[in-house]
């Protein structure tokens, strides 16, 4: 097609356009609006509502707008008594079967129908004879559907087929016995499918768990950024009377698009879970005591000073990089200001051999819309589609328009677009990388050489290397369960030579929505603000588990919950004289270690900065008051460096705490760089049964934990032992035999489920999950025995 | 004059269907000679164009000109598929060149493959037609033994494979691109056009579609020649065609014979009407042709031209002969009902519209019929015709404004006194 524009008249007004582009996307560009349902621009044209029917000069009928291209002197009316004619037309014949119970809608007020009815409906109905019902049906805890207002647009069936690349609603039945649904009695699972909510343009689909908790027009909204994956998702919260009643996405083209996981859709429901700390707690002769601030924080002061006031290196500061820039910001001063460079925010990483060598500020290197026009990419310990659904959707758009995609899992994920899987156990892993690596003749030292050399080079490692070599814009990622494996400095290194042996880059996605914020921040044992390497290491995440100090300051972490290992964190905690626990929740995991509870803000009732994975910083205010007493986590820090007596804790406001920051991070980039060609000795062995624990998708922090239709959804499983019928027959145990999962000495009861994504030689048990909470690490070998 | 393109077999053979009997009346020859003598295929496309040969299917496009559309060079798989479907109310033509002459469907289909340039065609044949599919696959088994069908075939380098694909029974699928949907394993919906076959068919792939007529009548007219087959026909309607004849007549069935025959010629042929009833008024062309006076009709020709001229369609050829003794606004429920039934449900028009107006022709034909709805039925049928995806919302619409302009009479009588103006009396409708 040639670059030069047609010219078209649009109701006396002369408009440009490419040739072959569609009327409807010409006009919506210049303003004029032309009504319709069916088409949606994220979306393939179905051209079946017949809404947007427009008169064409010189063809006798109306002409659907959606779907007809535009050419060189077309004109075009789209108010003409023959258009008119035909959308009011199409508008009655919408209505005849319309139950019309907008009082009872939760869609009203916000109603494409309605909104176009006001304009192109009727007063009073033709139509006498009695009006289609459609049945009741159940998809699952998210989306409340009420298919008697289905217009049969179509949009949600192309959403599953062309977005979220699962077909989980179709249109069965033929004629006005048309319907939407599952074509199964089934639930609706996808990651992503919350989207079809705001995609249906009637109250066909609305949210269940904010349904009929308040009408569109109470609401006020306000937008904010999604505080769980690396995304950063731009969204809008609704609020009423000092509450989110529901959480939208905003467009962002660049980030999110128009679309939003269901994970960042739904989890403001546990902002008003009933586990919030709303008052400040201590633990007094070992009972828990709701107190005022005033003595909560002299109490923690106390207990702070005399664990660690002499010796800093005491104080052990382990935060959730769910914090905000700020928080995060604040807590590694106050933590330095103590004479401590204990600080990490890694708190699920064990493999900490890397630091000094590593990547200054781990992130893409790419951008998130980037990541669409990539033609290769080797994704490394990674369940994108689960962890970071936003990124899994534009991988799969790369994969879609030829991109050669494959992994190396420690488990066979499922998957919404084409893709290689090599699935081994965590140890067979690196084997696998260095095979790549040595098909791809990459440049490696020391004890990383020498096991490159002795690895075999597999047809699919050549595959593999052949793909990223001829890609212009190749990467290799590291997910999630790379940065949790034992040998992750050994990964590392090795994508890092690949990437330089074949000319493609090095990335990583982080894992929570402020991981790159906490590189920036400083919240690092070896690196300061703006990533810079600190004179005095102090200790990471595991020595700080592993020799136990006397005093800790946690936020937004739990024990049982958040940390690699939690049997270590626990028995660190329970040793410790002093922890502090800035907390939004009373958890169980906190009550039993803690000293002092202090009650902070949770998502959207604090304004603050989150820094997502291509960098990109983005700034919200707090939306509703915090609950009860709590406090936003960064004027807490704030006072207790002033009571500290630590110098530079004199920020009004989060904003000035930003500045401050800023003055050190503001130009500091994503980089991936890393600087050496070496490892250490294999940690993860294929002796034994080796454990693999990832963190499922609504178990990944604590407010998702405690979002309660989340939870009920076929995604949040409980916890559960799962082997491969090969391993569970050398094993000698039973699918739904109950077992005894030992680690390290520790101890938990699990049920068993025979599941083919496991390979041999390995056990899946999830972390993050109640009954997980007293085991070992992620990775590691398990023994099981029969109940 | 009769019976010399899709029936010229019939009376010469006693088993047409099978190959040696087709071969014994010159079968395969114009294949041969196309394969053997290498053949131009715009040569072929040309003689097609020159025939005046209009799609049999009810749209009467031009066959040539529709094969013009792709370019026989353009890289990448191309599709020859016949319509077999034969779903339009009163049409039963294309069971009987299935049943009687499958071999020259067959040929007609090899012909068209080599003229566009395709080497794999489909044949969809409508679900019901069971015997007739086993018939026709049994013909498919006999030309690839011969040699007809397959690889390279007599030594000419062409590979031609055909299949045939019974329907699941919905009338919808003769609609060309549902038809190609439903090949495709998905459900059977209109996709809207432009793009249309030619350049975006089975699979995504350029396409031409025809009617089973249509295809079958390609080998002999490149036997006979473009002249000598429109020679058959009148201007503007080259040929002769089939006409599915059905009613109270007294020898239904169908007939060969050139277009421009006059309708009383036919009604003759079939026989005129039974047990002493009189004609009271013609479908044309098929259900979703409107209807035509009886008396009128008797003055027409049955060509494209005069047919459109009164106001309805040649369509599929499908005569529907209707007496005296039958009540209107009964055979529209019927007809109504018929469209709401199998109508896809993708568009807004059709899918509520044809179930309005079939409630509201069912109300009248039960006696619970209101003065406005006359108005109504005619307002809704002008808010669907011409605004749909595909023809079916024009189909279902226009049945309904044929009955209400020559016969509102009896619509009047049943919502004035509850009952038929003909026959016996108020009839329990369907629904
Ligand atoms: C609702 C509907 C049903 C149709 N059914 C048939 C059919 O049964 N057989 C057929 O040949 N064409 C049918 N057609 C016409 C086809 O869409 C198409 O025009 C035809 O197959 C083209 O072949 P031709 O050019 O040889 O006529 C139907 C069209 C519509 C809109
Ligand atoms: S006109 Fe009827 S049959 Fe044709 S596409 Fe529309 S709903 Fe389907
Ligand atoms: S918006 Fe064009 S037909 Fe629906």
Redesign the pocket.
Known sequence: MTDELVTIEVDGRELKAKPGTMLIDVTDAAGINIPRFCYHKKLSVSANCRMCLVEVEKVPKPLPACCTPVNEGMKVSTRSPMALGAQKGTMEFLLINHPLDCPICDQGGECELQDVAVGYGSDVSRYSEAKRVVPQRDIGPLIATDFTRCIHCTRCVRFGAEIAGVRELGATGRGEHMTIGTFVEKSVDSEMSGNVIDLCPVGSLTAKPSRYKARAWELTQHDSVAPHDSVGSNIHVHTRNNRVVRVHPKENESINEIWLSDRDRFSYEGLNSEDRLTQPMVRKNGEWQEVEWQEALEFAVKGLQSAAGSDGDQLATLVSANSTLEELYLAQKLTRGMDSGNIDHRLRQSDFRLDGNDSPVPGLGITIQGIESLDAALLVGSNVRKEQPIIAHRLRKAAKSGAKVSFINPLWIDLHFEADQFVSTPAVMVDNLASIAKAASAKLTGNLAKLVKAAEVSETAKSVAEQLKSANNGVIMLGNQAAAHPDYSLLVVLASAIAEATNTSLSYIPALSNSVGAALAGALPHRGPAASLVEKCGANAQMMQSKPRKAYLLMGAEPGFDFWDPSLINSALDQAECVVALTAYHSESLASCADVMLPIAGFAETSGTLVNAEGTWQSFNGLVKPQGDARPAWKVLRVLGNLLDIDGFDQNSSDDVLEELKSHAAETAIDNSVSTKTAGELNSSTEGLYRIGDVPMYASDALVRRASSLQRTNSAEPAAVRLSANQAKSSDVEEEETLVVVQDGNRAQLPLIIDPRVPDGAVWISSALPGTEKLGGQFGVVTLEKA | MANEVCFRTLEYLKQPWELEEYKSRGGYEVLTHILKNKVGPSEVVETMKASGL????????P?GL?WSFISRNAPGQKYVVC??????PG?FK?RDILRYNPHQLIEGMVIAGYAIGATVGYNYI?GEFWEEYERFEAALEQARAAGFLGDNLLGSGFDFQLHSHLGGGA??C??????LESIEGKKGQ?RFKPPFPAHFGLYGRPTI???????SSVPVILKEGGEWFKELGVENSGGSKLFSISGNINNPGVFEVPLGTPFSELFELVGGMKDGRKLKAVIPGGC?SPVIPGEQMMDLTMDYDAIQKAGSMLG?GAIVIIDDQQCMVKMLDRMSYFYHE?SCGQCTPCREGTGWLWRVVNRIENGKGRQEDLDLLESVCGKIAGRTV???GD?AAMPVRGMLKYFQEEFQYHIDHKRCMVGAGPTKGLG
């Not at chain 2, 319509?83 to 339009?88: I, P, V």
């Open positions: 209009r799609g049999r299917g009810g749209a009467g496009f066959t529709k319509n077999s479907d034969e779903g339009e049409t294309d409508r009338y919808v003769g609609e060309e691109t549902a038809l209109p579609i025809n009617n089973t007529e249509s295809l979703s599929s199998e595909c023809a079916l189909a």
